[in-house]
C-alpha cells in the first residue's frame, strides 16, 4: 500500500515535470519563459537600413540645433567640427565634413563622408547618447538631432522633417563606399627556416 | 556576539591592510611600479626574515604579493575614463593565460554595474520559441570550458606609419587568453528554434553603449560560447559579468559584453559599431567591412620596448603567437631584422584559438640587434611584415595589423621599438 502510495507520487510529480517542460521555451530543458511583447519592445529598439522599428515622432534640424547645443556640444564641439575629446589614431571624431577626401592620403571619416546609412545615425544617438546619460533623448530628439547632423553635412535641408517615413529614404553619399573583407590579402613567401 | 555569517564580519587585520593598500594604489597610481618605490613601501610590510615570523591569517579572496606591479594602463589619454581601452601588460606575462584581474578591456560607455538576480538574457526574432532566461538557467544547461584569445582588431593600430609607442603593452596589450566557462550558443538557439532564412543574429550588450553587434548565423551554430565563466570563477565585471559571448577567433568586440539580447534575423542591422567603426579605409576610398578572422599575429614579450638586458649573456627569448584561423604550427625568431630565421620551440598547450607561448634560447654578443618573431598558422599563412600590409591597405585602415613586430636591443642593453 505505502508502495503504491509512493508510486503515484511519483507519477503525478513527473506529470508536473512534463507539462512544466512542455510549457518551457528550452524544451529539452524545462527552462525559460516566453518575453512578453512590452519585454521585447523595451530591448528590441536596433534599427536596420530599411527603417523597421522606427518609432513614432519627427523632428527637423531647426529643432535640432538647440538638442544639438544641450546636450552634444560640450563633447562634440559648435557644429560638430570642434571635438573636446580626439582618439589620436582612430580620426574620426569630427562629425561634419570630410566629402571627398576618403581617396585621399589623409581621409577625414565623417557622418557626411563615411557613414552609409541614415538609420545608423538615429539608432546609435537613440540607443547610445549623449555619452554621461545613454538613451535619455526623446525620439522627436533623437529625430531632431539627426536631421541636424545631416544638415550640417549638407545632406538634407534644414526645414525637411525626418520620421519613421522619410528617414529611411534619406540616400548617404557614401552608401555604396564598403566592400566585403578580402583577406587573407597579402602574400607572404615563407622565407626557409633553420630547425 | 560574532554574526554566523561570515561575510557580515567586520574585516580585521590582513584584510583590512589589503583594503587601505588597495586605497593606496588607487591613490598613488602607476608612478610607484616604475619608481621602485611600491617595493620599498611592500618592504616595510614584509618581515626581515620570513622564517622567524608567523605568516599572516588566510583570508577569502586573495591578493598578489604586494612586490608584483603590473597593471593595465587605460589610453588614449585624451578620451574620457569610461571610453577607450584598458592595456594588458604582456611585458610582464608568463604562459598562456591572462589572469582576470589583466584581462584587456575596451568599453565605450565605462563598466556596467549589473545585478545578476535581475539580468536577463533575451532570445527572440526569426525563432519559434522566443525566451527569457535567468543567469541561474542558463547555468543549469550543458556547459563548456575552452581557451581562447580575444584581441581588439584595434590592437597594434598605432604602429602603421612609423613606431609610436615604446612597449608591448601598448604596441600588443590588446590580446588576452582566458578559459571560459559557458552554454554553447548552437544549443541555445536550436532550443528555440530558428525559422527558414534566418542568416544573422544580432547580440546586444546591456551596458550603455549596446554594442550591438550582427553575427552570421553559421559562426553563431558552430563554435561561440554564452560565458558566464572565465578563469574558473564568474566572469569580472570588465570582461561582461554576468554574461557575455566568446566568438572564437574573431575580432574582440563581436564578443559582445553583458550581453542581454540575441535577435536572430535575415541580415545584418548595420550598427554604429559594423557599419562605422571597425571598418577598413582601403587605398582608393572604399572600406572593408565585416572583418572578423584575426589573422595570424606573434609578438616578443622578453626582451621588449622599454625592458633591460644586464650584459652579454644566454637569454630564453619568449612571446605569444595566436590565430584566428586555428592552431600556431610555427613560430620563427630572427635576431637580424628577418634576414634569417630559426624555428623557436612552441610550449605546450598549442590549442586552436589560444595564444601559444613560444620560447628560444638565445645569445646576445653585446651587438646592437633587431629581434624579430613571425607566426605560422595551421592553413599556412605567414605573419607578413608591415611593408607587405601597406603595400596592399596603406596606412588608414586602423584595423587588423597583424605585422611582424621589430624590437631593437641597442649596445646598452636597452629595448627599443623599431623598425628593420
Redesign the interface.
Known amino acids: 500500500m505505502l508502495e503504491h502510495r509512493v508510486s503515484v507520487a511519483a507519477v503525478a510529480t513527473l506529470v508536473a515535470l512534463t507539462a512544466a517542460a512542455a510549457h518551457a ?5 524545462g ?5 512578453t511583447t512590452e ?2 519592445k523595451a ?2 529598439v ?4 530599411d527603417g523597421k522599428g522606427l518609432p513614432p515622432g519627427s523632428g527637423t534640424a531647426a529643432q535640432g540645433e538647440a538638442v544639438y547645443v544641450a546636450r552634444c556640444e560640450s563633447c562634440h564641439g559648435a557644429k560638430g567640427q570642434s571635438p573636446k ?6 580620426k ?1 571624431t569630427i562629425l561634419v565634413g570630410g566629402r571627398g577626401t ?2 585621399t ?1 589623409k ?1 577625414v ?1 565623417t557622418i557626411g563622408s ?4 541614415a ?3 538615429w ?2 544617438i537613440n ?2 547618447q549623449p ?1 554621461d546619460e ?2 535619455s533623448l526623446t525620439h522627436d530628439e533623437v529625430y531632431a538631432v539627426t536631421a541636424y547632423l545631416l544638415y550640417l553635412n549638407g545632406i538634407i535641408g534644414q526645414s525637411d522633417v525626418l520620421d519613421s517615413r522619410t528617414l529611411p529614404g534619406v540616400k548617404m553619399p557614401n552608401r555604396d ?10 602574400a ?1 613567401p ?6 | 556576539m560574532e554574526p554566523a555569517d561570515p561575510s557580515l564580519r567586520k574585516p580585521i587585520g590582513p584584510d583590512a591592510d589589503r583594503r587601505r593598500f588597495l586605497k593606496r594604489g588607487l591613490a598613488l597610481g602607476a608612478a610607484l611600479a616604475t619608481t621602485g618605490r611600491a617595493a620599498n613601501a611592500a618592504s616595510q610590510q614584509v618581515p626581515a626574515d620570513s622564517s622567524k615570523a608567523l605568516g599572516r591569517h588566510m583570508i577569502p579572496y586573495t591578493e598578489r604579493s604586494p612586490f608584483e606591479q603590473a597593471g593595465k594602463v587605460k589610453g ?1 589619454p ?3 575614463d ?3 581601452a584598458n592595456f594588458t601588460p604582456l611585458g610582464e606575462s608568463v604562459g598562456i593565460i591572462t589572469p582576470s584581474s589583466l584581462f584587456y578591456e575596451v568599453n ?2 565605462g563598466v556596467a554595474e549589473i545585478d545578476p538576480r535581475k539580468h536577463r538574457l ?1 532570445i ?1 526574432g526569426m525563432v519559434d ?5 535567468t543567469i541561474e ?1 542558463i547555468k ?2 550543458p556547459s563548456v570550458s575552452r581557451i581562447y584569445f580575444l584581441e581588439c582588431s ?1 590592437n597594434t ?2 604602429e602603421w606609419e612609423a613606431p609610436a609607442v615604446p612597449t608591448v603593452q601598448f604596441t600588443h596589450g590588446l590580446t588576452s587568453c582566458a578559459e571560459w566557462t559557458g552554454v554553447p550558443l548552437s544549443l ?1 538557439l536550436r ?2 528554434g530558428v525559422r527558414k532564412g534566418a542568416t544573422w543574429v ?1 547580440a ?1 550588450g546591456a551596458d ?3 554594442n ?1 553587434r550582427s553575427l552570421p548565423l553559421a559562426k553563431a551554430m558552430d563554435d561561440i560560447i554564452v560565458a558566464y565563466g572565465q578563469n574558473g570563477e564568474a566572469l569580472r565585471p570588465e570582461n561582461g559579468y554576468p554574461l557575455r559571448l566568446v566568438v572564437p577567433g574573431w575580432e574582440g568586440n563581436v564578443s559582445v559584453k553583458w550581453l ?2 540575441l ?1 536572430v ?1 535575415d ?6 559599431i559594423e ?3 571597425h ?1 577598413s ?13 584575426m ?1 595570424a599575429k606573434s609578438v616578443i614579450t622578453f626582451p621588449s620596448g622599454g625592458q633591460r638586458l644586464p650584459g652579454p649573456g644566454t637569454y630564453e627569448i619568449t612571446g605569444l603567437a595566436w590565430s584566428g584561423r586555428g592552431r600556431v604550427r ?1 613560430v ?1 625568431f630572427s635576431s637580424d631584422g ?1 634576414k ?4 623557436a620551440n612552441l610550449q605546450e598547450p598549442i590549442l586552436p584559438f589560444a595564444h601559444t607561448r613560444f620560447r628560444s634560447s638565445w645569445r646576445w654578443d653585446g651587438r646592437e640587434v633587431l629581434l624579430q618573431s613571425r607566426c ?1 598558422d595551421e592553413i599556412g ?5 608591415l611593408a ?2 601597406v603595400k ?2 596603406g596606412v ?1 585602415s ?1 584595423y ?1 595589423n597583424n605585422a611582424i613586430q621589430t624590437w631593437k636591443v641597442t649596445t646598452d642593453g636597452s629595448v627599443h621599438n623599431a623598425r628593420a
Open positions: 521555451q528550452l524544451p529539452s530543458y527552462v525559460g519563459r516566453a518575453p519585454e521585447i530591448w528590441d536596433t534599427i536596420p537600413p575629446y580626439e582618439p589620436a589614431a582612430t574620426r576618403l581617396h592620403d581621409p571619416q563615411f557613414w552609409p546609412y538609420t545608423t545615425l539608432s546609435y540607443r547610445s555619452f545613454p538613451g563606399g564598403f566592400v566585403p573583407d578580402a583577406r587573407p590579402d597579402v607572404v615563407t622565407a626557409p627556416t633553420k630547425r | 588614449p585624451t578620451m574620457p569610461e571610453w577607450g565605450r560607455s533575451l527572440h520559441r522566443p525566451v527569457m532566461l538557467e543549469r544547461l584595434g593600430q598605432t541555445l532550443e528555440v544580432l546586444e550603455g553603449s549596446g550591438e542581454r539580447r535577435t534575423t541580415r545584418p542591422y548595420m550598427t554604429r557599419a562605422v567603426d571598418t579605409l582601403m587605398p582608393g576610398g572604399k572600406a572593408r567591412r565585416f572583418m572578423f578572422v589573422d610555427r620563427d628577418g634569417t630565421w630559426r624555428a605560422i599563412y605567414v605573419q607578413p611584415t607587405a600590409l596592399v591597405r588608414n586602423t587588423h
